[in-house]
């Protein structure tokens, strides 16, 4: 029996490197400053001057209504795969009556970038195309078959907004990826964007600084009803006994058995193993001496590795729980049965749920928390391309103008103003019950357009959270990390290279990367859920051997090279705070 579980463990591990648990997806933050905020030498500010195309943008419309031929290949917004009506919702209402647009949205289920692939092979491509395929984008861009935006909106729209405060580090950094500034991206945030839509509250400060979706999460009620305090469980041997406290209480939910700990279900080696649980014990992607180096390597993984191990043989950590997908992981999640949830908060509801997080587990080696967030612009998630054949070049580049404008924001994420939510002097959105009413009822909570979201924005303009909310839980347990006073943050922006080829595919070393990548996600697995220590010591030195076997050291100088030129082009790097533990 427990051969066939190691078996399927180890098969789904294969696939457990998929995460998608953005909080873009579950963010929903706000908008904007006050009028009149002008800067120091009475010049309009970059919002003022906003507002100003706001007007310009609006103003446009009229005139004949066209279709507009939208391909996205990202489910989850539109009216293919969130249910909800381009005739009903208020920005697509707004820009068919005002910009003269009608959407045809096109989400393939599956296989988008291969029908995307074929229309580009056959020379007819959609007019605009909001895709997430980032191999995709080049081969649009390398084939010459899309605009250029600064080329477009100064051919078609000169008084475009974008032209003026489109974020210019995000800019950059489109450029450093894709050639030159091709894409409106969607949940921008950046130091630039946030100059334009500045954060309404400290807490969402803390969040962009210090904040991640991956958390170590406790339930605060079975806590109380056993008498644990957020002491107990803030260092290694303190979350032993805790665990050990609620697996010998017997305690109930319900009528049902309390879980200790669950993970990310079948995606635990890539989130929770790879991404929680290696930051709390100090791991980090270089040596002693600071050149790069696969985190496997370092010695400190291997308190990682025995972390979940210990877990899984006192029977703390249930080892079927690694094979069940997220739908099956909120069942518990919702039936309140877990006490300890090592995984992507984004990826529940988390109204009235009494999660808190305390940070890290500090470990028992005296081992750095650390923790990895980019500290620069990055290129946000979905790409929106207009194709160089699209029809109504005019409409197009109106629609991209005034939807990420102050104005064509509040109305993609919030509605109408008075009907559906009000906003006071300072800029801060209040949804009215009416707005509430209908955006659970009527839109399904998916009215918002995802590829003009701003994630600046919505932390310019929503209030500060209701505690209880799903929002309010969220923001208090993302920068619970990197906040403790013992976590050492580290730029991941030096490391980016790592989504480029640095090793050709096909050759020998590439090879050996290949079989390095598809080793390590089983040989994990195996690890973890040895029967005993012998077992996981054996198994961890037969990782270490086999990866001395792919020739791991020179993928890492091959590696190192483009670490280091990074660093250098970034100006910073990653202190190993950990050097000489084990």
Same mark, same amino acid.
């Given at each position: 029996m427990k051969r066939?579980?190691?078996q399927q463990i180890c098969a789904l591990a294969l696939t457990g490197s998929m995460l998608f648990g953005l909080t873009a997806c579950g963010s929903s933050n =706000?908008?904007?400053?006050?009028?009149?905020?002008?800067?120091?030498?009475g010049s309009s500010s970059p919002q003022e001057a906003s507002d100003a195309e706001d007007k310009s943008a609006a103003s446009s419309g009229g005139g004949?209504?066209?279709e507009m031929y939208w391909f996205s290949d990202v489910a989850g917004w539109g009216p293919a795969t969130a249910n909800w009506s381009?005739?009903?919702? =208020?920005?697509?209402?707004?820009?068919?009556?005002?910009?003269?647009?009608? /959407?045809?949205?096109?989400?393939?289920?599956?296989?988008?970038?291969?029908?995307?692939?074929?229309?580009?092979?056959?020379?007819? /491509? =959609?007019?605009?195309?909001?895709?997430?395929?980032?191999?995709?984008?080049?081969?649009?861009?390398?084939?010459?078959?899309?605009?250029?935006?600064?080329?477009?909106?100064?051919?078609?729209?000169?008084?475009?907004?974008l032209l003026k405060d489109f974020p210019a580090d995000i800019r950059q950094a489109l450029t450093d990826v894709y050639g030159d500034w091709y894409s409106y991206p969607s949940h921008m945030e950046s130091k630039n964007n946030r100059e334009v839509f500045p954060p309404d509250d400290q807490i969402w400060v803390d969040v962009v600084e210090k904040g991640s979706n991956g958390c170590i999460m406790f339930n605060k009620e079975i806590m109380d009803a056993l008498g644990i305090t957020a002491e107990d469980v803030q260092t290694e041997e303190g979350f032993y006994a805790a665990c050990e406290k609620v697996k010998a209480s017997g305690h109930q939910v319900d009528g049902q058995s309390v879980l200790p700990v669950v993970l990310q279900c079948n995606l635990w080696i890539n989130t929770s193993l790879d991404g929680v649980v290696a930051n709390t014990f100090g791991v980090l992607p270089v040596d002693d001496e600071g050149n790069y180096r696969h985190p496997e390597l370092n010695p400190l993984y291997k308190n990682a590795l025995k972390f979940l191990n210990t877990l899984i043989q006192k029977e703390y950590l249930d080892v079927n729980t690694l094979t069940i997908d997220e739908t099956a992981l909120k069942t518990y999640l919702d039936a309140k049965r877990v006490f300890c949830w090592i995984g992507n908060q984004?990826?529940?509801?988390?109204t009235n749920m009494?999660?808190?997080?305390?940070?890290?587990?500090?470990?028992?080696n005296g081992a750095k928390p650390v923790i990895g967030l980019n500290g620069e612009a990055g290129t946000g998630w979905i790409q929106t391309l207009v194709s160089k054949d699209c029809k109504n070049p005019e409409k197009i580049a109106k629609l991209l103008s005034w939807a990420s404008s102050r104005e064509g924001l509040l109305v993609n994420y919030y509605g109408e103003e008075s009907t559906d939510y009000t906003i006071d002097d300072k800029g801060i959105v209040t949804r009215t019950e009416e707005g509430t009413k209908r955006l659970a009822e009527e839109y399904d909570n998916n009215v918002l357009m995802w590829p003009f979201a701003n994630t600046s924005f919505e932390r310019h303009t929503e209030p500060v959270p209701d505690p209880t909310s799903n929002r309010g839980v969220e923001v208090s347990l993302m920068p619970a990390f990197g906040k403790n006073e013992n976590t050492y943050i580290y730029n991941t922006a030096v490391l980016d290279f790592r989504n480029n080829t640095v090793i050709e595919p096909s050759s020998d070393?590439?090879?050996?990367?290949?079989?390095?990548?598809?080793?390590?996600e089983s040989q994990k697995a195996k690890i973890v859920t040895a029967s005993s220590d012998a077992e996981f010591e054996k198994e961890y030195q037969s990782m270490l051997d086999t990866l001395d076997g792919y020739s791991i050291t020179d993928i890492d100088a091959e590696y190192d090279k483009v670490y280091k030129e990074y660093c250098e082009k970034k100006g910073t790097g990653i202190e190993n705070v950990n050097a000489g533990l084990n």
């Open positions: 066939r579980m190691l =706000p908008d904007t400053s006050a009028p009149g905020n002008s800067t120091e030498d004949d209504v066209s381009v005739d009903e919702s =208020p920005a697509t209402v707004y820009i068919k009556e005002n910009l003269g647009l009608t /959407l045809n949205i096109e989400q393939p289920p599956t296989d988008a970038s291969t029908k995307l692939g074929l229309m580009l092979a056959s020379g007819e /491509l =959609p007019d605009v195309m909001s895709i997430s395929d980032s191999d995709m984008y080049k081969q649009l861009v390398a084939a010459d078959k899309v605009w250029d935006m600064q080329t477009f909106l100064e051919t078609y729209d000169p008084d475009s907004h984004a990826q529940q509801d988390k009494p999660w808190v997080s305390y940070g890290p587990i500090l470990a028992s070393l590439g090879i050996k990367l290949s079989q390095v990548d598809s080793y390590l």
